[in-house]
């Protein structure tokens, strides 16, 4: 029998999602029809956003909710250095600079006392940053009140980039909060790429509480074209519609909302699912052998993750530095690919992208970030995994320790 690949992350497409999507393929409507707006009143029920604006991708939604921060050519933002490029480049695609800000190394999550100097620095050379983009990395909800802390002192804007942290939640005094709900940011961002955790093929959308940049949101999506009767200057007749800034094409189709209709219907089956492995990995990890050779990445206290990602950091041993850990990462990785388990590293650090360093975009201090890449690797993490598949990873770990590499 040939042993299944186990990737790091995939998609759980079951009957009832292919009979939505033929349903809406059979039906009147293949994109603009009602099934984009059921769609985003579904994404507000599992979030607790008022407002959600469905798009193409989790970029798009990046892209607009920059505009919509208002920024523009010349200004600056702020984004951490460990998330996918996606989150820094947003801010280039509106016009501005990113500078990338530090992470703490165990839990890959923004370093507060970095975000705030990068901040400060910015306002003291007279270039405030317009937003931050503060990124849930793995499923693991960023410390808002804090960043929207920092960033209210300089007039800054908040982008929670919830990409990896649909399901998540919080808790802040007491009371129980969720990803994207918008307690602490102006807005949130999802992605719907099939390694997320419910899927639309590709997708994305914008998640706000404020009435007025979701209706921005909405004209950019689709040209900076309205059709309000309400907003349009002397009309020539019925067809009438006002391109009134230039926008983009960043819409989704009824088609790829049918799927994430139905998938949303199994997101809370799906984190429970995830949590219920991140479990059973904890539990291996947490006793010798593999406790002294590796640490999972570590959940904050307060918050219940939706595990996007499951990452293990290997520990440096006695006198060891980055070098010596990066390559037993190395080494591990192709040990465990030998063994049909496809591991991943997320991410290499944005400021090491050579088109951020040739853009003079690379400059910081960067040690929690470079202390994260150098051991951490994302083992396999999806629904359809089965308790077995846990112990087949942790015995290829097993191995690992035992061959003294
Ligand atoms: C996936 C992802 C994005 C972008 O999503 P796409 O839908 O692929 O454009 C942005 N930020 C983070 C952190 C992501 O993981």
């Not at 499923?139 to 300089?154: C, Q």
């Not at 982008?159 to 998540?168: N, P, R």
């Not at 492995?277 to 990445?297: G, T």
């Not at 396999?380 to 320790?401: I, K, S, W």
Request: charged share 20%; hydrophobic share 45%.
């Amino acid at each position: 029998m040939v042993t299944p690949l186990l990737p790091y992350g995939r998609q759980d497409i079951d009957d009832d999602d292919v009979a939505a999507v033929v349903a809406q393929l059979r039906s009147d409507w293949l994109t603009q029809g009602p099934t984009v707006p059921a769609f985003e009143a579904a994404l507000c029920e599992a979030t607790g956003a008022k407002h959600a604006i469905a798009v193409s991708s989790g970029t798009a939604a990046l892209h607009l909710a920059c505009l919509a921060a208002g920024v523009r050519a010349g200004d600056t933002g702020v984004t951490s250095t460990i998330t996918f490029v996606a989150s820094a480049n947003a801010i280039r695609y509106a016009g501005g600079a990113p500078s990338l800000c530090d992470v703490d190394p165990e839990t890959g999550l923004v370093d507060l006392a970095s975000l705030d100097a990068v901040v400060s620095g910015l306002a003291a050379a007279g270039r405030a940053p317009r937003v931050v983009t503060s990124v849930d990395l793995c499923g693991s909800v960023a410390p808002l009140a804090r960043v929207r802390e920092i960033a209210a002192r300089v007039g800054a804007k908040v982008i929670e980039d919830a990409a990896h942290s649909l399901g998540a939640s919080y808790d802040d005094a007491g009371v129980t909060r969720r990803a994207g709900d918008g307690a602490y940011t102006d807005m949130a961002i999802l992605s719907f790429h099939p390694v997320k955790h419910v899927t639309t093929c590709e997708g994305g959308a914008i998640l706000t509480n404020d009435a007025g940049a979701a209706e921005e949101l909405r004209d950019l999506r689709s040209h900076g074209i309205t059709k309000d009767p309400a907003r349009l200057g002397p009309v020539d007749g019925p067809w009438s519609y006002e391109q009134q800034r230039l926008g983009f094409h960043y819409r989704i189709t009824d088609v790829q909302c049918a799927l994430g209709l139905s998938q949303l219907k199994k997101l809370p089956r799906f984190v429970a699912r995830r949590r219920a492995l991140a479990a059973r990995y904890d539990a291996a990890l947490s006793s010798a052998p593999l406790a002294a050779a590796f640490a999972p990445l570590r959940v904050p206290a307060g918050v219940t993750s939706s595990y996007h990602l499951y990452v293990v950091r290997v520990r440096p041993r006695d006198g060891e530095g980055l070098v010596e850990v990066a390559a037993r990462r190395l080494a591990l990785y192709g040990a465990l690919r030998e063994r049909g388990i496809l591991p991943q590293v997320h991410y290499i650090p944005v400021h090491r992208q050579p088109d951020f360093v040739a853009c003079g975009l690379s400059q910081g201090d960067f040690r929690g970030a470079d202390a994260y890449y150098a051991g951490c690797l994302s083992l396999p993490m999806f629904p359809a995994m089965q308790d077995g598949d846990v112990d087949r990873v942790v015995d290829a770990l097993a191995a690992f320790v035992a061959s003294g590499r």
